[in-house]
C-alpha cells in the first residue's frame, strides 16, 4: 500500500479515521475518513526544505514536534485533523501524525488501561491485521500511550503505530512500510524517528 495511491490509501487509514466512530462515544469530534494527498504544504505550515539534512516539524495546535529526514517529501490531506504525511525517496516508507479530540482528559500510565477499549478496536477493525507484538504501554516525548505492530493485507504493509494522548487529544503517530516484508528493515529507523518525538515542542 502506497501513501501516494489514493485508492488504496482512503481504504488503509479508514483504521485512523474510524476515531470519529470511537470516540464519539466520549464526546470526539468528528474525524474524516479518507486521504487525498498533494504536493501542497498541509494546513499553512511553513513549508519544509528539502536540502537539509534533517526537517522540524511542530504541529501547533497539540503542540508537539517531531524530526524527520529532510530528504523525505511533505505531502498535504485533505482532512483538517492529518497534520503530516511524509514520504520516502523510495515510497516504500512514511509517517503520518494525525492529532484528535477525544475528550479524554488528563490520561496518565496509571490510568492508561482504559483507553484500550477505543484504541484496540481502531487498529482492529481491519480484519486483515496481523500482530507483530502484543500492544506495548508506552511513553513517549513525555506522552502516555499504546504502541501497535503490525501488518495488514498480508504482504501489503505493515505499521509501527502509536497512539498518545495530551490533554483530552489523541496524537496518532504510524509510521509505513510497503510491502510488509520491508518492516524489518525499517524498524530501527522508525525507532530513531519515534524518538525525535516531543510531546512538548520547544517555541
Known amino acids: 500500500?502506497?501513501?501516494?495511491?489514493?485508492?488504496?490509501?482512503?481504504?488503509?487509514?479508514?483504521?485512523?479515521?474510524?476515531?470519529?466512530?470511537?470516540?464519539?462515544?466520549?464526546?470526539?469530534?468528528?474525524v474524516g475518513r479518507n486521504l487525498l494527498f498533494d504536493d501542497s504544504i498541509a494546513r499553512g505550515r511553513a513549508a519544509d526544505k528539502p536540502q537539509t539534512s534533517v526537517v522540524v516539524f511542530?504541529?501547533?495546535?497539540?503542540?508537539?514536534?517531531?524530526?524527520?529526514?529532510?530528504?523525505?517529501t511533505r505531502r498535504s490531506s485533505t482532512e483538517d485533523?492529518?497534520?503530516?504525511?511524509?514520504?520516502?525517496?523510495?515510497?516504500?516508507?512514511?509517517?503520518?501524525?494525525?492529532?484528535?479530540?477525544?475528550g479524554l482528559q488528563d490520561i496518565t500510565l496509571k490510568t492508561l488501561p482504559?483507553?484500550?477499549?477505543?484504541?484496540?478496536?481502531?487498529?482492529?477493525?481491519?480484519?486483515?491485521?496481523?500482530?507483530?507484538?502484543?500492544?506495548?504501554?508506552?511513553?513517549?516525548g513525555g506522552l502516555p500511550g499504546y504502541r501497535y505492530r503490525y501488518t495488514y493485507q498480508g504482504t501489503a504493509g505493515?505499521?509501527?503505530?502509536y497512539f498518545l494522548f495530551k490533554r483530552g487529544r489523541m496524537i496518532a503517530l504510524v509510521f509505513q512500510a510497503t510491502p510488509a516484508s520491508r518492516f524489518?528493515?525499517?524498524?530501527?529507523?522508525?525507532?530513531?524517528l519515534a524518538g525525535t518525538f516531543?510531546?512538548?515542542?520547544?517555541?
Open 158 to 161: 505493515a505499521h509501527d503505530h
Open 81 to 102: 485533523d492529518v497534520a503530516l504525511v511524509a514520504v520516502a525517496p523510495d515510497q516504500a516508507t512514511s509517517v503520518l501524525l494525525r492529532v484528535s479530540v477525544t
Open 198 to 203: 516531543d510531546g512538548e515542542a520547544p517555541r
Open 1 to 30: 500500500m502506497s501513501l501516494l495511491n489514493g485508492e488504496v490509501v482512503n481504504r488503509r487509514w479508514l483504521v485512523i479515521g474510524g476515531i470519529a466512530a470511537i470516540l464519539a462515544i466520549v464526546g470526539g469530534a468528528y
Open 114 to 140: 482504559i483507553v484500550r477499549k477505543y484504541t484496540d478496536p481502531l487498529v482492529t477493525a481491519d480484519r486483515t491485521v496481523k500482530f507483530l507484538a502484543p500492544p506495548q504501554a508506552v511513553t513517549l
Open 58 to 72: 511542530h504541529e501547533t495546535i497539540s503542540d508537539v514536534s517531531l524530526r524527520y529526514p529532510g530528504n523525505w
Open 184 to 192: 524489518s528493515r525499517a524498524e530501527a529507523q522508525f525507532q530513531r
